[in-house]
């Protein structure tokens, strides 16, 4: 779509378009002039040096601050211990090649029933009301629902930070749309337009839905959506990776500005 920002985070070190990255870095590539750049040099704030400190999620919020999980379990500038369930918010002073700013608890996923090892959250969205949309490593199983590594999960939170509360459900049944072939077809990052509500996702690897099929280093729309345990929705390839400089990537994190 013209005008479209897109961000990911990838799982592993790389170079795109001459920008060098880390997997605790999200990267920005610009639709009208197929440019990279670097958004968030996590090096910068205390995130380098550690495989559990790869950003595996990310959102970014319309006060330009941004959510982050991280891979594994670690100690966070001015959080201290944050575990894989858990979203952090960091506040920005600048981002970019020179990223500084301060972190704080945002999601304590442990509060609210995210205590196994699968339930890592490796995927997450907002909606236009404030709930969280939650997508985990492997399957999950919370206060009213459980689900698998291609679902996604609706929080709607009653408080959140350090004291976090609130309900789940089912917002997206993966096994309905295909989603449950392979290992591979795990959802591992999600977007949602709030103004139409179809739903942007990244998948582990090598994934075959009716209408697309690609692998991780692509993003796949979800059009039209019926939500909810009756899943539905148009699937096409909205973004090439491998045409885009991002070949043999696997993108484990996304949003998408938009005009």
Known sequence: TGGDVI??????????????FADEDILAFDVNTA???????????????????????????DDGSLLLSFLGSSSIPDVGSVDDSDLVRFVPTSLGSNTSGSFEMYFDGSDVGLTRSGEDIDGIAITASGDLLISTLGSVSVPGVSGADEDILRFSPSSLGSNTSGSWSLEFDGSDV???????EDVTGIWLDNATGNIYLSLLGSFAVTGASGDGADILLCSSPTTGNNTSCTFSLFWDGSLNGFGGEAIDGLFIERP
């Open 178 to 184: 295909g989603l449950s072939d392979s290992s591979s």
């Open 35 to 61: 440019v990279w750049s670097l958004a968030f040099d996590g090096s910068d704030v205390g995130l380098g040096g550690s495989g559990s400190l790869d950003i595996d999620a990310f959102h970014f919020l």
């Open 7 to 20: 961000y990911v985070s990838s799982s592993s070190n790389g170079n795109v378009g001459g920008v060098s």
